[in-house]
C-alpha cells in the first residue's frame, strides 16, 4: 500500500487568498504544500492570440450557469495573472451594507478603518501605486474627458503595474508577458516557495475527509495539461490545516462535495453569491464628435480609434460612492478593455432591433471596434446567487478542453439589483451620449445570463451563523482547522475592484490560522515582512497580530 502523504498546511488554489496563506505558514515554519487547478506558466508563455491551446485558454475558467457566468482564472497565479491589476480599496460604506437581510452583512470587527494596516501591506508587497495622468492610456482619458463634459469627476485608478515595462498592449487579462503586470508570480508566491511551499499544478481538489488525528484527507485528481477532461491519476494529502481558496465559484463545490464525509455544512456554504453587481456597456465613439466637443486628438491626427492602445482599467468614475445615497444606488463607471472574443459577442448594437447581438448592424459595429468604449459598472447587488447540487468533479462538467464549463450556480437578479443595475446604465448613456459623443448600449445578457469576473460571497464571513459560513477569523462553522481566504469569503459585493480587499482579508486572517496551527501542534509563529523584505506597513500589522495571538492563546 502506497505511504499517504502528510503536511502541515495544505493550500487549495493559488489567487491572493491561497498565495498570501502559504508565504506567512511557510515563512513561519509550516511545511505547506498548494495545489492548483491549472497550469503554471512562466512569462514566455503568455501569448496573444485565442488559438485552442494558447494561454488564453489555459488560464481562464468561463462557466455557464443558470442565469449568471464567472470567468476566472485557472492557473499558479490565480486571479493575479488574469486580472486588469486595478486595486482600489473598498468604500467605507460597504462595510456597513445591510442588503435584504435587514442588518450589517460585515463582521463587527471589520470596518475601513481597521482593514486600512492590512490593505497598506498588500500596497507594499505588490507594490500598488496610482498612476499619473500622464501615465493613463488615451481611452482612459478620453473616458475622463467626457466626464468632465458632462460634470462629473474622474479619478486615477490604483494598479499594480510596472508602468516602465509596461508596453501598452492591452494583453495584461491573458498573463502579461513582459512582467509589467505585478501579479502574485512576482511577490508573494516566490517568497513562499523560497520558504519550503511546494506548489503542484494541475491538481485539481475534489473533497475533503476526516483523518483520525482531527486533521483532513484531501482528495485530488491530475488533470491533463491539454485537456482538462482527462483525469491522469488520483491522490490523497493528509494535513493539519486545509486553507481553500480556489475561488468564489469552486471554494463552496468543493466543501458541498466533502459534506458527505465531513458532515452538515454552514447553511450559507453555496448561498449569498455575488457578481459585485458587475455590468458592462459599450460605446460607440463617434470620432468626429470627439475631435469638435471634446478637442481631443492624437499625434497621428486621429481623434480616438484608440480602444486597443493601453492597458486594463486605468480611469474610473466614482461620484457615486456616496455613502448618503441609499442602498443599492452607488457604483463605479471603470473603462476598460476586454479584449476580443467574448467581448465582441456580448457587445449589442446601440440602438438595433432584437436580436442586436448579431446580424447585419453587429458585423457593422465590429467593423468600427477601434472605436469603441467599453465601461465596466460595479454595483451593488443583493448576493441573490445560489450553488445547487455540486458536479461529479471539478467545479463544473467541462464541455471543451479548456476554459468553458456548465455550473451549478443559479442567479435570478432582484429588483434591488436590476435598479441598480439601471441607474449604472443610465449614468453611462448621460456621461457619453451628450452632444452626440457616442452611442451606448449594455452588453447583453440573453447568452449567457449576468456575468461576472470579481465572484464573491459564496463562503462569507460574518457575525450571524445564519447567514455566514465563515467566523471573522475566516475559520469554517462547525469544522475546526478549515478556513476560506478567497472571494468567497468577502460578506457583499464593493462596487470596486476586489482584488486589493481580497488580499487584504487574507492578510488579516494570517493571526487566527496561525493560532489554530499552534494548537494543532505545527511550529509555526506570525511576522514575516512584506515578500520583498520591508518593513514599513508590517508595523502596525504586526501590532495588531501580535494582540490578537496573544489573546487568542
Not at 513 to 538: C, F, L, M, N, Q
Request: aromatic content about 8%; charged content about 20%.
Amino acid at each position: 500500500m502506497t505511504a499517504v502523504e502528510r503536511t502541515d498546511v495544505l493550500v487549495i488554489g493559488s489567487g491572493f487568498g491561497g498565495a498570501i496563506a502559504a508565504y506567512h505558514l511557510a515563512a513561519g515554519g509550516a511545511r505547506v504544500v498548494m495545489l492548483e487547478r491549472g497550469p503554471w506558466l512562466d512569462t514566455e508563455d503568455f501569448e496573444h492570440d485565442f488559438k485552442l491551446g494558447a494561454s488564453y485558454t489555459r488560464i481562464f475558467d468561463f462557466v455557464v450557469g443558470d442565469g449568471m457566468s464567472v470567468l476566472s482564472g485557472n492557473c499558479v497565479g490565480g486571479g493575479s495573472v488574469v486580472y486588469f491589476a486595478a486595486m482600489p480599496r473598498a468604500p467605507r460604506y460597504v462595510f456597513e451594507r445591510q442588503g435584504s437581510i435587514g442588518r450589517r452583512m460585515w463582521p463587527r470587527a471589520i470596518d475601513r478603518d481597521t482593514l486600512n494596516p492590512w490593505y497598506d501591506r498588500v500596497a507594499e508587497a505588490l507594490p500598488v501605486t496610482t498612476q499619473s495622468w500622464d501615465e493613463v492610456s488615451y481611452a482612459g482619458g478620453l473616458w475622463a474627458a467626457a466626464c468632465a463634459h458632462a460634470g462629473h469627476t474622474a479619478n486615477p485608478v490604483p494598479v499594480a503595474v510596472d508602468n516602465a515595462r509596461c508596453t501598452n498592449c492591452n494583453w495584461m487579462m491573458a498573463g502579461c508577458r513582459f512582467e509589467a503586470k505585478r501579479s502574485l508570480l512576482f511577490n508573494y508566491l516566490p517568497a513562499a516557495i523560497a520558504h519550503g511551499t511546494r506548489i503542484r499544478p494541475l491538481h485539481e481538489v475534489q473533497y475533503l475527509t476526516r483523518t483520525d488525528d482531527g486533521g483532513y484527507r484531501v482528495h485530488y485528481n491530475v488533470i491533463d495539461d491539454e485537456d482538462y477532461r482527462i483525469v491522469s491519476e488520483r491522490g490523497e494529502i493528509e494535513a493539519k490545516i486545509v486553507v481553500v481558496a480556489a475561488g468564489a465559484g469552486a471554494t463552496p463545490v468543493i466543501l458541498q462535495r466533502s459534506e458527505p464525509h465531513l458532515g452538515k455544512m454552514p447553511h450559507a456554504v453555496g448561498r449569498y453569491f455575488s457578481g459585485n453587481g458587475e455590468r458592462l456597456n459599450t460605446a460607440l465613439i463617434n470620432e468626429d464628435r470627439v475631435r469638435d466637443v471634446l478637442g481631443l486628438s492624437r499625434d497621428d491626427g486621429a481623434a480616438y480609434a484608440a480602444n486597443q492602445i493601453g492597458k486594463g482599467p486605468v480611469v474610473a468614475n466614482w461620484d457615486r460612492l456616496d455613502g448618503s445615497l441609499p442602498e443599492f444606488s452607488r457604483f463605479s463607471l471603470e473603462q476598460l478593455y476586454f479584449p476580443p472574443g467574448l467581448g465582441t459577442i456580448l457587445a449589442q448594437v446601440p440602438g438595433a432591433q432584437a436580436p442586436s447581438w448579431f446580424g447585419v448592424d453587429k458585423k457593422e459595429v465590429l467593423r468600427r471596434w477601434q472605436s469603441w468604449l467599453t465601461i465596466f459598472i460595479m454595483s451593488e447587488d443583493d448576493n441573490e446567487g445560489v450553488f445547487g447540487a455540486p458536479p461529479a468533479t471539478g467545479n463544473a462538467m467541462r464541455i471543451s478542453q479548456q476554459m468553458l464549463g456548465r455550473g451549478n450556480l443559479r442567479y435570478r437578479p432582484t429588483l434591488n439589483t436590476m435598479h441598480g443595475w439601471a441607474q449604472a446604465d443610465a449614468a453611462v448613456r448621460d456621461i457619453l451620449t451628450r452632444d452626440g459623443l457616442a452611442t451606448v448600449a449594455p452588453w447583453t445578457n440573453d447568452l449567457v445570463g449576468a456575468y461576472t469576473v470579481h465572484p464573491l460571497a459564496s463562503c462569507r464571513i460574518g457575525d450571524d451563523p445564519a447567514t455566514s459560513a465563515l467566523d471573522d477569523g475566516h475559520e469554517l462553522r462547525g469544522h475546526p482547522g478549515i478556513f476560506v481566504t478567497d472571494g468567497s469569503a468577502v460578506p457583499s459585493g464593493l462596487t470596486v475592484n476586489p482584488a486589493m480587499t481580497i488580499a487584504a482579508l487574507a492578510e488579516r486572517a494570517m493571526p487566527a490560522i496561525v493560532r489554530a496551527a499552534r494548537r494543532r501542534g505545527i511550529p509555526v509563529k506570525y511576522g514575516a515582512p512584506a515578500p520583498d523584505g520591508s518593513t514599513s506597513a508590517r508595523r502596525e500589522t504586526a501590532r495588531q497580530a501580535e494582540a490578537l495571538v496573544r489573546d487568542q492563546g
